[in-house]
């Protein structure tokens, strides 16, 4: 990992409070992928169908590993989501987490606060509670995150979400392995709950935010005082402010390694690829979209970055154009207009908190999604998926998971690259968000 160096941010992103979950002194490291980048660009080379009137850009791709941003258990991208929570879980007041309707009620004067004494103390929050699919990264670092703050955690876990218990081939196995494994682990209470089925009165079926609704007032009746993550974060009015930071040290970092890759530019230790972020900064950015807050923030966050450089008439990077944050779909429950709209929501209400226009600032224009490899369900491990979670395994020795970086990484590889430039040359940065440790619950891997 590189020093972190100063990260400067401008108002009112910098005054946002913080709770440190990530390493203090270490930014999650970039790294380049020299054998994958070597067999996209031979890849292209072999396309016959691409538009040969042009010089053709090679591309040198590089990694974000977020699963090793944090000390805490499978470090992961929903650590920086909660960065920007937990300020909130621990305040005397929380102004959200009161249930699947958004922002905390004000408590009655019946509801029973000592008159006299310290009246925000009943008010504090005793217990995390979320929610996923049996496999759920988010889960786990919620528990994490519980137990680093001294708090209990509750995690639901929905058989009926996603498709891969259904498509496993020991469906025991996948009950009670991985990442259920880790959050028992974590001391959370665990509770596995099947696909709501039809009232035999009413013939009503509930839904998950009513099974969640039920958990919360369960647990308020027990006197404890709960806090609501919806899954992935992403429908937190918060959840977004992560990755809008995130975007700030990539910048960061693109200086580190250009100075650095500057200064030694005529070593031959360099390769080709490596003397290419001498450019200054990574023109695409991939990174998976499932709920979606980190490509939303990511958007919003890149958006302040230009605005900011402009404002202060920074030196104009060599390359063209803004940079590209490409989301690759997860999951083919939603269709793709779907997904756009919810991106493009929660990228505004994470540019709304940290200073921008979300109307002017941000549009569907800097919406941009490949649904091309969702796969046939959430959390299936289909051929393609595995295939390239064994190649990148074997010429890059890194692990990816099988729900998420996976996916992306066939995205990656079938992405088509374009230089809005003269340089015949592209950076592309895959943000690696962790999860892998779903991986022992896929017995066929």
Known sequence: MSPKLPLPLPEPLASIPRHTLLYPFLFSPIHPLPSLSSHLNKSRA???????????AQVSLYTKREDHSSPLACAGNKYRKLEYIVPDILSSQPRFGAGVGGELPAIPSSAGIPKGGDESRDRRITTLVTEGALQSNHTVQVASVARKLGLESVVLLHKG???????????????????????????SDVRILDPPEPDLVSGETKTQDDLVEEVLQGLRSEGKNPYWIPSG???????????????FEIAAQEKEMSDELLLHDSSSA????????????????????????????????????EKTQQHHHQQQLTNTGPRRIIGILTSPTQPKPYHEERILRFARQAGSL?????EKDITM????????????????LDPGTKEALEFVTEKEEVILDPVYTAKV??????????????????NALFIHTGGQSALGAYVDT
């Open 46 to 56: 072999g396309n016959k169908s691409q538009d040969r009137t042009r010089r053709e």
């Open 161 to 187: 979400t996603g498709g891969g218990l259904r498509s496993s081939s020991d469906p025991a196995a996948f009950s009670r392995t991985g990442n259920v494994q880790i959050v028992k682990l974590l001391a």
């Open 233 to 247: 974060a992403s429908l937190h009015p918060l959840g977004g402010l992560g990755y809008a930071r995130c975007a």
């Open 270 to 305: 360099l390769s080709s690829g490596q003397r290419g972020l001498a450019s200054g900064r990574f023109d695409y950015i991939l990174v998976a979209c499932g709920s979606g807050s980190t490509l939303a923030g990511l958007i919003a966050g890149f958006k302040l970055l």
């Open 354 to 358: 940290i200073g921008l226009d979300p």
């Open 365 to 380: 224009a800097d919406v941009r999604l490949d649904d091309r490899f969702v796969g046939s369900g959430y959390g299936i």
């Open 409 to 426: 990484m066939r995205g990656v590889m079938g992405w088509n690259f374009e230089d809005e430039g003269e340089q015949g040359h592209v």
